[in-house]
Every structure is written in C-alpha cells, then in structure tokens.
C-alpha cells in the first residue's frame, strides 16, 4: 500500500477546498503575475537609462513585502487591484535628504513629458507610485545601503512633504532579509502544494482571458506562482480578512509585514488549511493581545534586522490595537464554527461574511459545478444529509499533483525576489 493512504489530504474538507478556492480568487493571477514581472524589469531598466539622474547609480532592485514572499492579494474587495512593492538600492550618500531621494527617484521614473511614466507616478511618504490602467500599482522605495552591516541593511526615507520638515527621517530596515527569513520558515508540504496547484490550474484554465499587453516585455523563468506552502495561504487569508474589516474605516490597517512575521514564527504545526487559519489567527491575537495586557502597544521586529521594527505606523494607540484584537476574536470564532458540523448554505454565508461576497459565491459555484460533474459520471462522494463532500485522498491528489505539472514547469528555476543586479 502506498504509504500516503495514511495521511490526511491537507484539503479533504469542504471548508479547506473552499478556503484554498477564495485564497486561490484574492491572489495574483498567473496573468497578472507575469505581468508584475515583467513591469518591474522594465522600471528597473528604465530608473537607469541613459539620461537619467540616477544613470550608473541603480546597484540594485528587488521585490519586497508579499510580492518577494508570494503572498501579494487583491487591495480592493470587489476588483483586481494589486500594489507591487520594489525596492531600488542606489549608489547615494547615506546622508542625503529625504526629501531629496524622493525627488531624485521620482524625477528618474516621470521622465519628461511623453515619456513612458510620465503623469502615471504619485509621490508617497517612503516610495513613488506608479499606476497601470489595469490597476495595478509599482510602489518603488529608495534605499541606501548601510556600510560594515550584514547583508542589504540599508536606510529608507520617510519625508512627508517634498522640503525638509521635522518628520523627515531615514529608517534602517532590510526587507531582504525579512523574505529570505520568511521562506525558510514557512516551507512548502508536497501534498498541499499539488492539491493547491492542482486547484490554481483548473481555475486558471477555466477563467483563461486575453488581455491588453500594453507595457508588458518577456518575462524570465520563473518558479511556478501557485506552488506555495499552506503557511503563505493563510497568510493570504488573514490579510483578505482584513481588507474586509478595514475597508471602510480611517487610518493605517494592521501591516502585511507584521501579519507575516507571527506566520512565519509558528508555520508548519498542522495538517490542514483550515487548521492552520485557525492557528495562525490565534498566534497573532495572542502577540496582540498580550502586549495589550501590559498596556502596551505590540512590538514586532524584523528577525533580520532588529531596528528594523514592522509596527512603528500602527497600531499608534490602544484603542487601535483593540480593534484589531477584537477583529481576531470574531474571526476565530467564525473559524471555530465552520469547523464543525455546518452545511453549505451556512458555510457560503459565512465565508462572504469574513473574505467578501464575489470570491465566496465564486468559490462555491465552482464546487457545486464539480460536485454536478462528478454526480454525472458517478464519481461524487457528497455525503447525504450534509453539505460535506469528502475530497480525494492524499495519495490522489499526489498523483494528480504530479500528473498536472509539467517538467518545464518543474525545472524553472526560483525566483530571488525578482533581484538582479544592473548590466554593465
């Protein structure tokens, strides 16, 4: 007997094949994906071109945040809008302006007028935004390396308004070391990555579309987008809920970064999606709520870096860190209900109410259009009486796994976080 009988497929469940099928709707498509690709190469080459203020200046550009760690979703609920986030590191004097760093690299990125990104950039705090038709958004940070410290510390720049003010400040981080962190500890199981993949490629080949290729240039090999851990997914989930709750409230949502950290400190302690949800939401509560008990506001770290600190714009006030908390203890408890004995109907509504109504209906349509697929050719395994509808074996879903996946797409090798250092 093949020894996988023995294990629990990681989406043998209903609620876990549902799961997987919101994460699999929030997230970049491969579309999209292969289009972030292709943009940040192009902005990379554009920043340094001949003419530029920072020609022979770009040492290097890489993805940072959920874009580098594979966990980047949808910002809006009802839209495919997705931020990118780059960070350039630039052969500058550390004690430059911030102010002055963000001129210098907008002024590299608007060009003149009639240039590629010229009125499609937005100045921000930290970074300068750049807007796509389709609604997707580069967000390119400055930085300066930091001499005699461990690998890509540098200083990023914070300046509000574009002269010198008292806000004005570098900030030592190092967003590179954070993504190395996070994929070493959040390590991929081979059952949930060919069930999940299994799950993505269906969908993707379902919901095929042509799209404008409008500023899109070759794209290099890549790691196959889809093959995440389950850790990653609920990452992904968490971070769905949240947009949920924080969509319309004022000021600064719970940062990404922060969420990514307590995942990345307690992954690979369950067997399946909705069991890791469920933990990895009571990790954060507990990190959140046990600073609050102190009467304190949470503190978390880059473990790369430690003046590196994920939680110094939020949460800014107790009352702000309540809400957050008390965010956690309801999704918990939704979590907590759906893991029991709850048909269909109930676990749709649910659902809607914790990740938004479209990617919910859209995930449980596709599973009763392959429960009708599999009643037709005598293959369904609903269980009468229930909404339960028992998935394939882990030993299926391997061989399904292994079967779907190409060997080129087995071969392609990993990503660096899209990192290359500039050609001579």
């Given at each position: ?14 609620l ?14 491969e579309?999209?994906?292969?289009k ?12 340094q071109r ?24 949808s ?22 302006l ?28 930290r ?13 390119v940070t ?18 509000p308004?574009?002269?010198?003010t008292?806000?004005d400040?570098?900030i ?17 199981d ?22 404008a290729?409008?500023?899109?240039e ?35 949502c ?20 909705s ?5 990895q939401a009571?990790?954060?509560q ?17 473990p790369t ?38 048909d ?8 809607a ?17 392959r ?11 609903h269980?009468?009486?229930?909404g ?14 292994a079967?779907?996946?190409?060997a ?17």
């Amino acid at each position: 007997m093949n020894h996988l009988q023995h294990f629990k497929s990681p989406l043998a469940e209903t609620l876990d094949a549902l799961l997987a099928d919101i994460a699999i709707r929030v997230q970049l498509s491969e579309t999209n994906y292969n289009k972030a690709v292709a943009r940040f190469h192009a902005i990379q080459e554009y920043i340094q071109r001949e003419g530029s203020p920072l020609q022979d200046r770009v040492t290097l550009v890489h993805a940072q945040g959920s874009m580098a760690i594979g966990a980047t979703i949808s910002s809006k609920l009802e839209n495919d809008e997705f931020d990118i986030d780059l960070i350039a590191t630039l052969d500058l004097p550390a004690n430059t302006l911030p102010h002055r760093m963000l001129d210098l690299l907008e002024q590299a990125i608007a060009g003149e007028p009639g240039s590629r990104y010229h009125g499609k950039t937005t100045r921000c705090t930290r970074c300068i935004q750049v807007q796509y038709a389709d609604g997707m958004h580069l967000d390119v940070t400055p930085m300066v390396r930091i001499d005699a410290t461990p690998e890509k510390w540098g200083y990023i720049y914070h300046a509000p308004e574009r002269y010198a003010t008292e806000q004005d400040a570098k900030i030592v981080a190092n967003p590179w070391g954070f993504a190395k962190h996070f994929l070493e500890h959040t390590p991929k199981d081979a059952l949930f990555e060919a069930a999940f993949l299994a799950r993505a490629r269906e969908f993707e080949a379902a919901h095929l579309l042509v799209e404008a290729q409008a500023d899109v240039e070759p794209v290099p090999a890549q790691e196959p987008m889809h093959a995440k851990s389950m850790a990653v997914i609920a990452l992904q989930l968490l971070k769905r809920y949240r947009n949920v709750r924080y969509d319309q409230r004022d000021g600064r949502c719970p940062p990404s970064v922060m969420m990514a950290k307590v995942v990345a400190d307690h992954a690979g302690q369950t067997a399946t999606l909705s069991e890791e949800l469920l933990h990895q939401a009571a990790q954060l509560q507990q990190v959140l709520s046990e600073a609050h008990g102190r009467r304190q506001l949470a503190n978390v770290c880059n473990p790369t870096c430690e003046p590196d600190v994920f939680t110094d714009r939020w949460p800014g006030t107790l009352g702000a860190q309540q809400l957050f908390i008390n965010d956690l203890d309801t999704f918990i408890e939704k979590l907590e209900e759906l893991r029991g004995d709850v048909d269909l109907a109930q676990m749709q509504a649910t659902l809607a109410e914790l990740f938004g109504e479209r990617a919910t209906i859209e995930a449980v349509k596709q599973l009763n259009e392959r429960m009708g697929r599999q009643i037709v050719d005598g293959t369904s395994r609903h269980v009468p009486g229930s909404g339960r509808i028992v998935l394939p074996t882990a030993a299926e879903v391997a061989a399904l796994g292994a079967a779907l996946a190409p060997a080129a797409a087995r071969a392609t090798p990993k990503h660096t976080h899209f990192g290359s250092e500039p050609s001579a």
